[in-house]
T-cell receptor, first 106, second 115 residues
């Protein structure tokens, strides 16, 4: 069993739809990270959070420490949001989810 | 925002060659640099963590004599793949962070192809 599980693995949405990507983890952590990897490989750190909720533009990330679960929400999705979204946790070690491949269709 | 410059972006070389990849933090001091490897259609795998002025800490299964990491200054870390072989072909990415509570800033990655 992986220390970090993401769902879904693949997601296709129509432009404008509200999107949720889930992440569950099984280890103790100091922080959880949401990363965005574009087709060319470049990675952007979207959020780093250890409690509660963070919002940046159309992106919202929440974390429930007790349930060891985090969600990444994208409101009013757009084709440029198409990317692989990776959940990672850091504590004594880094653990990465296998990513969610999101395709937003115009 | 903070910028990390990684160079080169693409390398093709013969088996047995040593390849050096540079990672520079352009507008912040990276007290810690991380080096990752990613195989096609797989997630990131942390290879090693380096703190400025200290020896790198390698993850289990990563050969420290094969993947030499130097973090001699707060703005530069290098990864040298020594005597590279085709199985070392991968996408290598660095990231830097200047504090324990700060997010990582990623380089654009280096695609390494060993013929």
């Amino acid at each position: 069993k992986n220390e970090v599980e993401q769902s879904p693995q693949n997601l296709t949405a129509q432009e404008g739809e509200f999107i949720t990507i889930n992440c569950s983890y099984s280890v103790g952590i100091s922080a959880l990270h949401w990363l965005q990897q574009h087709p060319g490989g470049g990675i952007v750190s979207l959020f780093m959070l250890s409690s509660g909720k963070k919002k940046h533009g159309r992106l919202i990330a929440t974390i429930n420490i007790q349930e060891k679960h985090s969600s990444l929400h994208i409101t009013a999705s757009h084709p440029r949001d198409s990317a692989v979204y990776i959940c990672a946790v850091s504590g004594n070690q880094f653990y990465f989810g296998t990513g969610t491949s999101l395709t937003v269709i115009p | 925002g903070a910028v990390v410059s990684q160079h080169p972006s693409w390398v093709i070389c013969k088996s047995g060659t040593s390849v050096k990849i540079e990672c520079r933090s352009l507008d912040f001091q990276a007290t810690t640099m991380f080096w990752y490897r990613q195989f096609p259609k797989q997630s990131l795998m942390l290879m090693a963590t380096s703190n400025e002025g200290s020896k790198a800490t390698y993850e289990q299964g990563v050969e420290k004599d094969k993947f030499l990491i130097n973090h001699a200054s707060l703005t530069l870390s290098t990864l040298t793949v020594t005597s590279a072989h085709p199985e070392d072909s991968s996408f290598y990415i660095c990231s830097g962070v200047w504090g324990g509570e700060e997010p990582q800033h990623f380089g654009d990655g280096t695609r390494l192809s060993i013929l």
